[in-house]
């Protein structure tokens, strides 16, 4: 579900209903369905653990995206350049702001290992938005790195329960994540 917010001052009701109508010309509902570490690291053909370096917002085919520049540190799966450009929907353009559920959102000087995907545009995009978003972070003891998936407080659809419950890995030690990563990596290549 898009949540479209302004500040009105200044624009007429018909011209806010346009606006609205040509946001809303692509946007329809949407269910993330949890899927397993081996199931986003089988569907990413990119992997990284990377910086986010800027963000920049843009209209395209009548909807706000966001574009996130991000400057790689390591490459898990895929090749991968320098810097990635990840397009997300939503964001804020003049006085509209675009917020879709479940789409992360990354602010810069961010370290994150990111699951990606080329999107029919062919740029990237994360697989399964916030579950294949992970953000790291240092605890307060010497130099041990944790990562928190961005669902472990996102509610996803877990067609096993057939309920929506937020779940996700949780302060897990960045080694042991990479482990587990490349575990499912060489779990999917030994897959008929």
Same mark, same amino acid.
């Given at each position: 579900?898009?949540?479209?917010?302004?500040?009105?001052?200044? =624009?007429?009701?018909?011209?806010?209903?346009?606006?609205?109508?040509?946001?809303?010309?692509?946007?329809?509902?949407?269910?993330?369905?949890?899927?397993?570490?081996?199931?986003?690291?089988?569907?990413?053909?990119?992997?990284?653990?990377?910086?986010?370096?800027?963000?920049?917002?843009?209209?395209?085919?009548?909807?706000?995206?966001?574009?996130?520049?991000?400057?790689?540190?390591?490459?898990?799966?895929?090749?991968?350049?320098?810097?990635?450009?990840?397009?997300?929907?939503?964001?804020?353009?003049?006085?509209?702001?675009?917020?879709?559920a479940? =789409?992360?959102?990354?602010?810069?000087?961010?370290?994150?290992?990111?699951?990606?995907?080329?999107?029919?545009?062919g740029?990237?995009?994360?697989?399964?938005w916030?579950?294949?978003?992970?953000?790291?972070?240092?605890?307060?003891?010497?130099?041990?790195?944790?990562?928190?998936?961005?669902?472990?407080?996102?509610?996803?659809f877990?067609?096993?329960?057939?309920?929506f419950?937020?779940?996700?890995?949780?302060?897990?030690?960045?080694?042991?994540?990479?482990?587990?990563?490349?575990?499912?990596?060489?779990?999917?290549?030994?897959?008929p």
């Amino acid at each position: 579900m898009i949540n479209v917010q302004t500040n009105c001052r200044g =624009i007429s009701a018909a011209i806010w209903l346009v606006l609205l109508s040509l946001l809303g010309a692509d946007a329809g509902a949407t269910t993330l369905q949890r899927m397993s570490l081996a199931q986003m690291a089988r569907a990413a053909p990119l992997i990284v653990r990377a910086r986010c370096v800027a963000n920049s917002v843009a209209l395209d085919t009548g909807e706000i995206w966001t574009f996130t520049s991000f400057e790689v540190e390591e490459t898990w799966r895929g090749n991968a350049p320098p810097q990635v450009t990840v397009r997300l929907l939503g964001g804020r353009l003049g006085a509209v702001t675009s917020h879709v559920a479940g =789409i992360p959102q990354f602010r810069p000087g961010e370290d994150v290992v990111l699951f990606l995907e080329p999107t029919k545009r062919g740029d990237l995009s994360v697989v399964s938005w916030e579950q294949g978003t992970f953000r790291v972070r240092l605890s307060s003891g010497p130099g041990q790195a944790y990562v928190t998936q961005d669902t472990a407080s996102f509610a996803t659809f877990d067609p096993a329960t057939r309920r929506f419950q937020a779940a996700g890995i949780r302060h897990m030690p960045l080694d042991a994540f990479r482990a587990r990563v490349e575990a499912a990596l060489q779990s999917a290549r030994t897959r008929p």
